[in-house]
């Protein structure tokens, strides 16, 4: 695996070996042991989701303001316009947000830690989401960053409005949502 750090360091790209032929591919999407090596981080899984979204779907931008979840996500069916938004006050890039596109062909992975709000849009006509996460989900801590801040000015590359779940239309400004120390 080849891991990067982007314009937030603590936000990683990890691009895995994958081993193809005519037959198809085989790559390991995640091994405790070499992610430890690469990363320097030890994350403790304990819960992994799976979502499908149709073209123009948006969710988030998600977070837990206790028990706050590392990610582990990664595409498997489709493509996908990935974000992470810096929500720790004592971090240098506090309020700044990185992005990534995650596809089933680019086959990349992205690690978002504890303190971070989550989000993507879905670009292609279908795209299915696997995330694992270091804590149990805990709606009685769950948040929602507004993902049209204007303080945040998130460049999505939207063609017409996005498709929205109630709870990610009431999302918070950042000026306003609750945020880690």
Request: aromatic share 10%; charged share 25%; net charge neutral.
């Amino acid at each position: 695996m080849r891991v990067s750090a982007g314009t937030i360091p603590d936000v990683l790209v990890i691009e895995p070996r994958v081993f193809g032929d005519a037959r198809g591919f085989l790559f390991e999407s995640y091994n405790r042991r070499d992610f430890r090596r690469e990363t320097g981080l030890d994350a403790d899984f304990v819960q992994e989701n799976h979502s499908r979204s149709v073209r123009n779907v948006l969710r988030g931008l998600h977070y837990q303001i206790r028990q706050a979840q590392g990610k582990l996500v990664r595409v498997v069916t489709g493509e996908v316009f990935d974000v992470a938004v810096d929500l720790r006050k004592s971090s240098k890039t506090f309020g700044q947000w990185v992005s990534q596109r995650l596809s089933a062909e680019n086959k990349m992975i992205l690690w978002i830690p504890p303190g971070f709000a989550h989000g993507f849009l879905a670009l292609s006509d279908h795209a299915e989401v696997l995330y694992s996460c270091t804590e149990y989900y805990a709606p009685e801590h769950e948040r929602c960053l507004a993902w049209n801040d204007d303080d945040l000015a998130i460049a999505w590359p939207l063609t017409q409005a996005p498709l929205l779940s109630g709870k990610d239309m009431r999302g918070t400004r950042l000026r306003s949502a609750e945020t880690f120390p």
